[in-house]
């Protein structure tokens, strides 16, 4: 019994609709148009998972406050009694503070940074990477969210201020309060900078603790910058976070009621060839260092296929 052979219909008969098979329609992808709009919805969408992936981390809450009740509590308690001749009076606990409060800002926001090699590593990263918005957006929605995680953190250090003799007014809290804003977003800044490049959380992780450590203990956050060594002030005035610190130990200590000498020899403040750096340009070398971190940065992922 002879069988029938079936000659599979050709892909001109198919496009054209004759033949056995029906023909299908390929539906078109259509990509929206880029717009500023669209950019923005993108900047608070990668700001609000940062967030919302902070407020679900408890544990990452509370470690992140074993550090500074170490310093204050711990170190400040038992240096105290060391110092207590230099220090005219003044609790040594109150003079380590202020870069208590920035050590915590910077930490907290460094760890908000390794993030994106997380994202990196389990895929999320290419997700965000081919969605239809510029990765400047992407990278600025990072550096809000990490820069937002760390104020906060920050805030829950400055509530115990009067723990530790400092006692906060209105002005005065809303003064520390952006510069520990400024503070965050420009180690966020830096952190992604240094992120775009790293591929393994271990290696990211390395490298932070390599670079936080010695800015902390260089920038005057455990001693006062007059009267060192030559080479010691070189660095304490080449390290980002001095400029931090001393503005925010500045404001501390106008609120407190010392005597001219303690406030001298505790708060000299930072100086260029004998000149006092102001406050607000302090502020601004950090500003500024954010700025030209985040470009770096925006320009990284730019080129990252």
């Not at 008969?13 to 098979?21: E, K, N, T």
Request: positive net charge; glycine residues 8%.
């Amino acid at each position: 019994m002879a069988t029938e052979s079936t000659v599979p219909p050709t892909p001109a008969a198919l496009a054209s609709g004759s033949g056995s098979a029906p023909a299908h329609e390929i539906p078109g992808l259509h990509v929206p148009s880029r717009s500023v709009r669209g950019e923005l919805r993108a900047i608070r969408a990668v700001w609000r998972r940062e967030l919302i992936r902070f407020s679900r981390d408890r544990l990452r809450i509370l470690t992140s406050l074993v550090q500074p009740f170490l310093f204050l509590f711990v170190l400040g308690t038992g240096l105290s009694t060391l110092v207590s001749s230099s220090t005219h009076g003044v609790s040594f606990r109150t003079f380590i503070y202020p870069g208590v409060l920035c050590m915590a800002v910077m930490f907290t926001a460094m760890f908000s940074a390794a993030s994106i090699v997380w994202d990196r590593e389990f895929g999320f990263l290419r997700e965000m990477m081919v969605a239809p918005v510029r990765r400047s957006s992407i990278v600025l929605g990072k550096c809000f969210g990490g820069a937002t995680v760390a104020g906060f953190q920050g805030v829950i250090v400055m509530a115990i201020g009067p723990l530790v003799g400092v006692h906060y007014t209105l002005g005065l809290a809303l003064e520390i309060f952006a510069l520990q804003l400024l503070l965050a977003f420009s180690i966020t800044a830096f952190g992604m900078m240094a992120a775009a490049r790293v591929t393994q959380m271990q290696s990211f992780m390395a490298l932070m603790q390599m670079a936080m450590m010695p800015m902390f203990f260089l920038s005057g956050a455990l001693f006062p910058v007059n009267k060192l060594p030559a080479w010691l002030g070189v660095l304490n005035r080449i390290d980002p976070l001095t400029y931090a610190v001393d503005p925010m130990r500045r404001a501390v200590f106008a609120h407190l009621d010392i005597a001219p000498l303690a406030r001298r020899a505790l708060d000299p403040g930072v100086t260029w060839w004998g000149w006092h750096v102001p406050g607000l340009l302090e502020a601004a070398v950090v500003a500024i260092l954010g700025l030209v971190m985040l470009a770096v940065a925006i320009a990284e992922f730019s080129s990252v296929e």
